[in-house]
């Protein structure tokens, strides 16, 4: 396997785990609605801290409320975090893929050179 491909292979891999991290996004948004969505409807008035509603009642449903909010800002820093580290590390793989290529280009036309002189 040459340099290039294994650049290749990486560059393809960080692209993946990007995705993942974007999913991992969605799924962080879609437990921090949920949450604020069960605060707001269980309680009549929640109390907030910043922008995530909680309200400390018997029931369960608070709780969960309550858990769903944090699991999904954890989930959506998770995922922003993933997401710029993967696309850091592919930028950094293309970058010496770029390398690699030209660094190959120049080789083949010191090669077409040689034929030329040798040729006349």
């Given at each position: 396997?040459?340099?290039?491909?294994?650049?290749h292979e990486?560059?393809?891999?960080?692209?993946?785990?990007?995705?993942?991290?974007?999913?991992?996004?969605?799924?962080?948004?879609?437990?921090?609605?949920?949450?604020?969505?069960?605060?707001?409807?269980?309680?009549?008035?929640?109390?907030?801290?910043?922008?995530?509603?909680?309200?400390?009642?018997?029931?369960?449903?608070?709780?969960?409320?309550?858990?769903?909010?944090?699991?999904?800002?954890?989930?959506?820093?998770?995922?922003?975090?993933?997401?710029?580290?993967?696309?850091?590390?592919?930028?950094?793989?293309?970058?010496?893929?770029?390398?690699?290529?030209?660094h190959e280009?120049?080789?083949?036309?010191?090669?077409?050179?040689?034929?030329?002189?040798?040729?006349?």
């Amino acid at each position: 396997m040459s340099l290039r491909d294994y650049l290749h292979e990486k560059a393809e891999e960080s692209r993946h785990n990007e995705t993942i991290g974007y999913l991992i996004i969605i799924i962080g948004s879609i437990f921090f609605v949920g949450g604020t969505i069960e605060t707001v409807v269980v309680s009549e008035n929640p109390k907030w801290f910043l922008f995530i509603p909680y309200e400390i009642t018997e029931g369960i449903s608070s709780l969960v409320g309550l858990a769903f909010n944090l699991v999904g800002l954890v989930l959506l820093t998770l995922g922003i975090v993933l997401c710029i580290h993967y696309a850091l590390e592919r930028s950094w793989y293309i970058a010496e893929l770029h390398k690699a290529q030209s660094h190959e280009i120049e080789k083949m036309k010191e090669r077409k050179r040689k034929k030329k002189i040798k040729v006349k």
